[in-house]
Nanobody, 125 residues
Framework: QVQLLESGGGLVQPGGSLRLSCVFSGSVFSVNAMAWYRQGPGKERELVAAILNAGGTNYADSVKGRFTISRDNAKNTVFLQMNRLRPDDTAVYLC???????????????????WGQGTQVTVSS
């Protein structure tokens, strides 16, 4: 069974830092793009940062220069280092991964999605 397990959320003061981790577990052919999304109170879910298994990254404009996404491919783990946190970063942060179950998916150009349960990040004094 494929699943994502997030950790690292919590309460932090404005200007502080947190590091989120997300581990992909399950036997699959490959784990491809991994990403962090967030959903704040009364807001739609938005992409925070994404990283390909070759290392290419993409960030939301609101977090550029403050957040860094990285991954350990050997451990199928993605991290989100969040610095200079602001109250408007308060949200549930969700991990997402795209993966292929077998070589048939490669030939078909097919990916599957899996989501974590989310971890709460609260930025408040």
């Amino acid at each position: 069974q494929v699943q994502l397990l997030e950790s690292g959320g919590g309460l932090v003061q404005p200007g502080g830092s947190l590091r989120l981790s997300c581990v992909f577990s399950g036997s699959v052919f490959s784990v491809n793009a991994m990403a962090w999304y967030r959903q704040g109170p009364g807001k739609e879910r938005e992409l925070v940062a994404a990283i390909l298994n070759a290392g290419g990254t993409n960030y939301a404009d609101s977090v550029k220069g403050r957040f860094t996404i990285s991954r350990d491919n050997a451990k199928n783990t993605v991290f989100l280092q969040m610095n200079r946190l602001r109250p408007d970063d308060t949200a549930v942060y969700l991990c997402n991964a795209k993966y292929r179950e077998n070589y048939s998916d490669v030939k078909a150009g097919r990916y599957f999605d899996v989501w974590g349960q989310g971890t709460q990040v609260t930025v408040s004094s």
